[in-house]
């Protein structure tokens, strides 16, 4: 290793938390001139090396990781492995150095960015481009692939263009041999790949193959023809990689109508869920790209693969030779595309990485990285089923929390691993992933639901195994579990003020309630009903429908009857959107008689009809819009990581402080124990996105401010009524005593034949 050259000029290391600092300075027999990239594993620098006039780039691994043995063993073999490529189209690695306690690579320099870079800059490429690309790519796989090397992170930010156009496969600083291969081993508790690329296998933290290269080349394709990643309208990340495991191979064509069949029938084997039914070589998938670029118009393309006839001698450089016409060189300023990821697979482990959906590493100095066996947390919310859009946003901001925490070196010493389980939008499999998370996976914690349904299923577990569960959703009160911490609101810190909101200060008399049929909205009605009593105010009507229901016409019926000044809707899930839609279709809006929602914040909003939306309230203790330090950060490292179209809401924000209080408790107690954590989060308290927040030692409740939102045109909310402090949780409404409303609840749980949802209709 060289270790030579003149370092003085630029001293020690320069701070982690500037990258840009390292220009000017020296490493090893290196003048760096430049900043190209940070990623999951260092910053990339641009070179000079004087001895022989050629600039290079350089991938630095950060300090904090070159001490840890694990990781730089990891980085420096897979850096032997990848040296040994010599092919035109991957990225040559010159030399593995080291100058103090620098590990790096030396790399060529590819001068034309990445595909990502041109896509973002001017959209989707042509057919005949979008084609050419991946050729030049299944030809440096296919070199990769037999020295025994998978990728794992095929995307278009790893695609770099010379300045002649040609492709050169970047970053297979993730790649490793094929024979030793599990995902799980990569790093403890890290998944390595792209969430909008991943295969399958990945996402599922099953063993992979070259097959699992050819499955993100497939979906890369795809994003090269349309401009947009596969099924990046899913929703959340933790979707997005559900939807890679359960949903069909996209069509291109439902995007740009002309793109030939062939390319979507090379896109569905490519991507196929199976991957002995994908292609089952670079060379294989090569050869059927090749014929669509040989008759590019795609009318009458018989694609060898279907045919029966494969012919492996045909290869990229031969096609190439014949002269390609939709081949322009793409001159697009940008970086190196390197990223590196750590993420969840379903029933999986996580996670100590960053996506790549941000540009920025948050490098933090004299952090101590966490070297002893990990904590294991569980999160439990429905990634699937009526619930799913709501929920598994939440999943997203738990584990952002959870990153940020491994960043700051984990707790007591220790890293954080979190394993995701899905409720399905079912109570009875919230109670099955409960108990397996406790008893199997043996997490210290869970951090979950959302429905009160699915909550009081699991209670009666988290107390008969003395386990903890921090809850991060409003809900209607009439409970206090000590195997439960509260981060949503109580009735008294949002249902009750929306209500006198309504009365005093936009002068409602007339109130019709519409709910989900389940414990929630049942029990929040009753709070409302004797709020609307001692106003004075009058209950126009009142209508239930199961959840998930879409039979919402005998509702609209009843309010376009009954003639209210205002709805207050329960309403949970994708119910929502056939309610709103008859509501509208039936002539009601919002400035006429608007609707309070209890469970709609920005992420459903984004799920609605936003126009029609306009002018409707929402009443939470959070909005996106809240402009404080704090919830800018909160914001801003949200986007960073999963991308800047992405919104945040109440729930993921009471989830994402959560674990930052659960995290406080944790190290004051010193401890992973049940008993020590809940005694410790008995008066956590933090300034949060929303504001000041506390936990409350008496009820294990949270402090919280409401506030009232106005749905805007741009799907924000407009804060239109903030509480003067935060207010004191009451989980029991002083309306009734302590004795009424477990009486009633005990009633409706038994009418319901010991469910806590109504039964479903016969």
């Avoid at 669509?292 to 494969?310: C, E, K, R």
């Avoid at 966490?370 to 946003?393: A, C, N, Q, Y």
Wanted: glycine share 10%.
């Amino acid at each position: 290793m060289d270790g030579g050259g003149d370092t003085t000029s630029g001293g020690a290391s320069p701070p982690r938390s500037d990258p840009e600092s390292w220009v000017g300075r020296r490493i090893g027999k290196y003048q760096i001139t430049d900043l190209l990239g940070v990623g999951g594993m260092g910053v990339v620098l641009k070179g000079y090396d004087a001895t022989i006039e050629r600039n290079v780039a350089i991938k630095v691994l950060p300090e904090e990781l070159s001490a840890n043995p694990q990781s730089l063993n990891r980085f420096l073999a897979e850096a032997k492995s990848a040296g040994k490529l010599n092919h035109p189209n991957t990225v040559t690695i010159y030399e593995i150095a080291q100058d103090g306690g620098n590990h790096f690579l030396v790399m060529e320099v590819v001068a034309g960015g990445s595909t990502e870079d041109h896509l973002e800059k001017s959209g989707a490429y042509s057919v005949g481009e979008a084609t050419q690309i991946v050729i030049d790519s299944c030809r440096g796989l296919a070199a990769a692939h037999k020295l025994g090397l998978v990728h794992r992170d095929i995307k278009p930010g790893n695609l770099l263009l010379t300045e002649t156009g040609t492709v050169k496969v970047a970053d297979f600083g993730l790649a490793k041999r094929a024979q030793t291969q599990t995902l799980q081993l990569t790093q403890q508790g890290q998944i390595v790949g792209t969430p909008y690329f991943m295969s399958p296998e990945q996402c599922e933290s099953r063993d992979v193959d070259a097959r699992s290269d050819i499955y993100s080349l497939g979906a890369t394709y795809y994003a090269l023809l349309t401009g947009k990643s596969p099924y990046q309208d899913s929703g959340s990340v933790v979707q997005v990689m559900f939807a890679h495991c359960n949903s069909t191979p996209p069509d291109p064509r439902e995007i740009r109508k002309h793109i030939p069949a062939a390319c979507c029938q090379i896109i569905e084997r490519a991507m196929a869920a199976k991957p002995e039914d994908r292609y089952q070589s670079m060379d294989e998938m090569a050869e059927d790209l090749e014929s669509v670029l040989a008759a590019i118009s795609g009318v009458g393309i018989t694609l060898p693969s279907q045919s029966g006839v494969f012919n492996p001698t045909l290869t990229g450089e031969k096609m190439r030779s014949q002269g390609n016409p939709n081949r322009r060189s793409l001159l697009v300023a940008g970086g190196a595309g390197v990223a590196l990821l750590g993420l969840i697979g379903f029933g999986g482990r996580l996670l100590m990485g960053r996506t790549s959906g941000g540009s920025s590493e948050k490098p933090t100095s004299g952090v101590v990285p966490p070297t002893g066996e990990p904590i294991k947390v569980g999160i439990l919310h429905s990634l699937s089923g009526t619930m799913s859009d709501s929920e598994s946003p939440v999943v997203d901001a738990a584990l952002l929390a959870i990153e940020e925490l491994n960043e700051e070196g984990g707790l007591i010493g220790r890293p954080l691993m979190a394993v995701v389980a899905d409720g399905r939008s079912d109570s009875a499999a919230f109670a099955r992933e409960a108990e397996r998370l406790i008893l199997q996976e043996k997490v210290c914690t869970v951090f979950g639901c959302w429905t009160s349904a699915s909550r009081k299923t699991v209670v009666p577990l988290f107390e008969k195994f003395d386990h903890l569960l921090v809850y991060p959703v409003q809900y209607e009160g009439i409970e206090e579990s000590p195997n439960v911490i509260y981060t949503g609101a109580t009735p008294n810190q949002q249902i009750i003020p929306a209500v006198k909101w309504a009365y005093a200060f936009e002068g409602k008399r007339r109130f019709f309630l519409v709910g989900s049929d389940y414990v929630f909205p049942r029990v929040a009605h009753e709070i409302i009903k004797d709020q609307l009593s001692e106003l004075g105010a009058d209950l126009a009507g009142e209508e239930f429908f199961a959840l998930g229901s879409t039979d919402v016409q005998s509702a609209v019926e009843m309010i376009l009857q009954s003639k209210p000044d205002v709805i207050l809707s329960t309403i949970n899930g994708d119910s929502n959107t056939a309610f709103f839609a008859e509501l509208r279709k039936a002539g009601v809006t919002a400035e006429e008689v608007p609707t309070i929602s209890f469970s709609i914040g920005e992420e459903e909003i984004r799920h609605l009809d936003v126009d029609a939306m306009a002018g409707d309230y929402a009443a939470w203790n959070y909005f996106q819009s809240i402009e404080s330090p704090e919830n800018e950060r909160f914001i801003a490292n949200f986007r960073s990581k999963y991308g800047p179209q992405r919104l945040v809401t109440d729930p993921m924000e009471a989830a994402y402080f959560g674990v930052k209080l659960w995290a406080s408790a944790v190290r004051d107690a010193q401890s992973t124990g049940t008993a020590e954590i809940r005694r410790s989060m008995r008066n956590q308290r933090m300034r949060a996105p929303e504001g000041e927040v506390r936990i409350d030692a008496a009820t294990q409740h949270t402090f919280k401010t409401p506030r009232i939102g106005q749905v805007r045109n741009d799907g924000q909310f407009e804060i239109v009524w903030t509480a003067a402090t935060p207010q004191s949780p009451d989980p029991y409404p002083a309306s009734r005593t302590t004795e009424q409303w477990r009486a009633f609840l005990h009633d409706l749980y038994a009418s319901w034949g010991d469910h806590w949802s109504a039964p479903a209709a016969q």
